[in-house]
T-cell receptor
Framework: NAGVMQNPRHLVRRRGQEARLRCSPM?????VYWYRQLPEEGLKFMVYLQKENIIDESGMPKERFSAEFPKEGPSILRIQQVVRGDSAAYFC?????????????FGQGTRLTVV | KNEVEQSPQNLTAQEGEFITINCSYS?????LHWLQQHPGGGIVSLFMLSSGKKKHGRLIATINIQEKHSSLHITASHPRDSAVYICAVITQGGSEKLVFGKGTKLTVNP
């Protein structure tokens, strides 16, 4: 049973390009979460999704960031027109029954560097 | 002031020592999670608590809902326990949003 798979592990983008981060949850998990960890800072919630639905996007910046979790395939976090301040580690996690009831399983993260 | 405060920020111990990391929160919660972030960056869930106490190997987590406080204990610490330990809460209100503490960096020397 593979864990949460994120790819790529490392991503370098020039300012103004688009970044696409992928997350495949654990088998059987329908709850997906994205978090961002800025250099030397703590983790911050970005978005919570279930299949085909965004449940809570209160942590997402209002512009340039979007997330989806389609019926088929991985969850995608998309950052358009990246800026240097987007450089961070982005972690995806999944759970079976929601975080009020079960543990979160984390991917290894995608480290985005904007040059 | 953060909703979730951890202490200490940094902790250095000798192998074999008993370790305690504290987490206090200022809001009503539905659940509390303890996470471990390895030096390489990967994050592992250690415990999910809503009341009482849980034990897994050398790790023990307790929570006191009335006092809004949780502790993570490590018995017989080992250098491989060196990591950042992060407390995170699900606040009451129905959201699945985790609110994180800033973490406690533990170094266990041989």
């Amino acid at each position: 049973n593979a864990g949460v798979m994120q790819n790529p592990r490392h991503l370098v983008r020039r300012r103004g390009q688009e970044a696409r981060l992928r997350c495949s949850p654990m088998k059987g998990h329908s709850h997906v979460y994205w978090y961002r960890q800025l250099p030397e800072e703590g983790l911050k919630f970005m978005v919570y999704l279930q299949k085909e639905n965004i449940i809570d996007e209160s942590g997402m910046p209002k512009e340039r960031f979007s997330a989806e979790f389609p019926k088929e395939g991985p969850s995608i976090l998309r950052i358009q027109q990246v800026v240097r301040g987007d450089s961070a580690a982005y972690f995806c996690a999944s759970s079976f029954g929601g975080l009020m009831n079960t543990e979160a399983f984390f991917g290894q993260g995608t480290r985005l560097t904007v040059v | 002031k953060n909703e979730v405060e951890q202490s200490p920020q940094n902790l250095t111990a000798q192998e074999g020592e008993f370790i305690t990391i504290n987490c206090s929160y200022s809001v009503g919660i539905s659940a509390l999670h303890w996470l471990q972030q390895h030096p390489g960056g990967g994050i592992v869930s250690l415990f999910m608590l809503s009341s009482g106490k849980k034990k897994h190997g050398r790790l023990i987590a307790t929570i006191n809902i009335q006092e809004k406080h949780s502790s993570l204990h490590i018995t017989a610490s080992h250098p491989r326990d060196s990591a950042v330990y992060i407390c995170a809460v699900i606040t009451q209100g129905g959201s699945e949003k985790l609110v994180f503490g800033k973490g406690t960096k533990l170094t266990v020397n041989p």
